[in-house]
């Protein structure tokens, strides 16, 4: 709604828009302060869908609002109150080290773990009504979100492909793939084509990993058998939010175990601070805002990431001098299955496989892991402790043959059933069916070109934020790609949204200052530390500007993909944030930490209020409107 006056001189002033529920007395008043003078005239402006039936009853000009208190509002302030008290300068939590309080460490996994709680049970009560997600317009593509439910179907079935009618026209196009061809066939009134689907070899499948399916739908649709003949859907939302709780809590726990292995007299500020960053500035809170079908594959991904590397971490059992020693097998073997299971349901994400080599890379120098490869490969000078003065014939190369075999056949364990089913649905064993596809381009045909990879790279990282003079005070910004293919709208690039992913940025100022500590220093633990921190926040930095560049390469623009790569980049940041925590002492160095703070704070912040932009898939009026309208009634009258 909008109001326009007009004044004594027939002067019209036209005021901003605002949107209305006339069920909260706090939006529906319409502020117009454009003018000081006499009014002649008033114009009220609506904007509605066509035959739509507005309650408006009575104008009242000079309204008075009903004075009103908002807990919700005086609840949310308090928080934010408590957070900025406990994170200001020279608080307690940033004289108080990690390994200082075990009762720190205790609350902040029983918080999480009581919100993950709360959570997953309002998601399990408020679903149910978005059980059936299908919906079909004449003329339009069958838009069905249960393609999870339908893969537990098929599976249960003893087969690959899915239940779902096809077309006969369709099936006969001599490339179902062509947007052209298929419109034509939709204007003829050909349906169900369904939308964002695999279509091969005439029938249906889904393309998305079959990991989720295994975990949550088919052992729900197979318990509900038992009441209902057939069994029921699990709706989307309750997966994607059991996963992305989980993945809350296996990021916290890294969180910590990192911490304490590299940098364990941090402070419970710093970890904190950690926790929060990396969970809402890495897509967290984009999945936990969505929390539908396209984010369960995200969420699950995370999930299984994040234990892995948090199991990885727990099988190093360094001694008291920072030594190798053997690795726990248990943990080990258990790291190995949820970072294979990322195939599964995230394929990206594979890509994590790599940070084995920087967390292992004592172990296997000092003959512990995989020692046959390490005596063939890896120089002499490479190898590390009583091994490494061995002659070659005397280093016992078969020893870690079981711990060996254990995680070849761990990983083998996992990839076979995922790579059978993909032999199953498309005849090989690495085709996803990703190419096969029903969406808004040919994608067995589609090319990035490299002008294209340019455009979206800097719509990622530098959009500039787009301002308002209105709650909320910033609009999505205009991101075309030529040549056209789909883009996602944004409210701004990562370095903006959240800046903390610039931390590692500084990785090579601070290598040139620790590079010049004194030599006889090398041989104690806190330098061998810290140069394995600088080794593994680098390779992070890098894997994630490859995973970035392939993300979109193959995928194109949206904001969902960052949960790919931007936790690469922030456990990174992280990890430059330990490391110059450790030289505090020094005046540069606490000027660099307090900025790489604010740098952390200012991403969480910008992270939180992003859903409140209007226009953007998560935005928060199309997600949860009556959330919005409450949101949006605090600030009607700035």
């Given amino acids: ?202 029938h249906w499948y889904s393309y998305f990993g079959i990991i989720p399916a295994l975990l949550y739908f088919i052992p729900f649709q197979w318990c509900s058998s038992f009441f209902v003949s057939g069994g029921l859907a699990l709706p989307a939302t309750v997966a994607s939010t059991i996963s992305f709780m989980l993945a809350l809590i296996g990021l916290a726990l890294l969180i910590i175990r990192m911490t304490k292995l590299y940098a364990p007299h941090t402070s419970i500020a710093t970890v904190a601070l950690g926790i929060i960053t990396i969970a809402f500035a890495a897509g967290g809170w984009y999945l936990y805002q969505r929390r539908a079908f396209y984010e369960v594959a995200f969420a699950t991904g995370l999930m299984f990431l994040a234990w892995g590397l948090w199991f990885w971490l727990g099988a190093k059992r360094p001694d008291a001098y920072g030594n190798p020693t053997p690795v726990s097998t248990a943990h080990m073997i258990a790291g190995c299955i949820c970072i294979a299971t990322t195939l599964g349901c995230r394929v990206p994400m594979i890509a994590a496989t790599c940070l084995w080599f920087v967390i292992f890379a004592p172990e ?138 610039l931390i590692p940025l500084a990785l090579p100022f601070i290598w040139r200052g620790f590079s010049r500590t004194d030599p006889a220093h090398a041989q104690q633990r806190g330098y061998e530390t810290t140069r394995t921190m600088f080794v593994f926040a680098a390779v992070l930095c890098i894997l994630g500007s490859i995973e970035f560049l392939a993300v979109a390469w193959a995928a194109g623009l949206d904001w969902r993909y960052i949960t790919d790569f931007a936790w690469y980049w922030l456990l990174s940041a992280y990890l430059v944030l330990l490391i110059v925590e450790q030289r505090c002492s020094q005046r540069l160095y606490r000027v660099l930490f307090a900025c790489m703070v604010l740098l952390c704070l200012v991403s969480v912040a910008l992270s939180v209020m992003q859903p409140l932009v209007n226009g953007q898939t998560m935005s928060l009026s199309r997600e949860h409107l009556d959330t919005y309208m409450q949101i949006y009634s605090w600030f009607v009258w700035l």
């Fill in 1 to 202: 709604m909008r109001i326009d006056i007009q004044d004594s001189h027939y002067q019209w002033h036209t005021g901003n828009t605002q949107l209305v529920d006339l069920s909260n007395p706090s939006t529906s008043v319409v502020p117009q302060r454009n003018i000081q003078q006499p009014v002649q005239a008033v114009a009220v402006h609506i904007a509605e869908a066509q035959g739509t039936r507005i309650p408006l009853l009575t104008i009242t000009l000079n309204a008075k609002v009903p004075f009103s208190i908002s807990w919700l509002r005086l609840s949310l302030g308090a928080v934010v109150a408590l957070l900025l008290l406990a994170f200001r300068p020279r608080s307690s939590l940033w004289r108080t080290s990690l390994t200082e309080s075990k009762a720190a460490q205790i609350t902040i996994i029983c918080v999480i773990c009581v919100t993950a709680l709360v959570v997953i049970v309002h998601a399990l009560i408020t679903a149910w009504w978005s059980n059936n997600q299908s919906f079909h317009q004449p003329n339009a593509y069958t838009y069905d979100f249960n393609q999870y439910a339908h893969v537990a179907q098929a599976l249960l079935a003893g087969h690959a492909w899915l239940d779902l009618p096809v077309p006969p026209e369709f099936a006969q196009l001599a490339n179902p793939y062509n947007p052209q061809a298929r419109n034509a066939l939709l204007a003829q009134g050909v349906h169900p084509i369904y939308w964002d689907y695999a279509f091969y070899n005439g």
């Fill in 364 to 501: 296997y120098r000092s003959g512990l892991l995989f020692r046959p490869i390490a005596a063939l490969v890896l120089p002499k000078r490479w190898l590390l402790g009583t091994w490494k003065h061995l002659p070659l014939h005397k280093r016992s190369v078969w020893h870690t043959w079981r711990i060996d075999s254990a995680m070849i056949a761990s990983v083998v364990a996992v990839f076979t059933p995922i790579l059978a089913y993909n032999y199953a649905r498309f005849g090989a064993i690495l085709d996803f069916g990703n190419a096969y596809q029903i969406t808004v381009s040919d994608m067995l045909h589609r090319h990035t070109t490299l002008s294209s990879l340019w455009q979206i790279i800097q719509y990622y990282l530098f959009t500039p934020p787009q301002f308002s003079s209105y709650f909320p005070f910033a609009s999505t910004a205009h991101t075309p790609i030529e040549p056209w293919q789909y883009a996602d709208t944004l409210v701004a690039g990562l370095c903006w949204l959240a800046p903390a992913i």
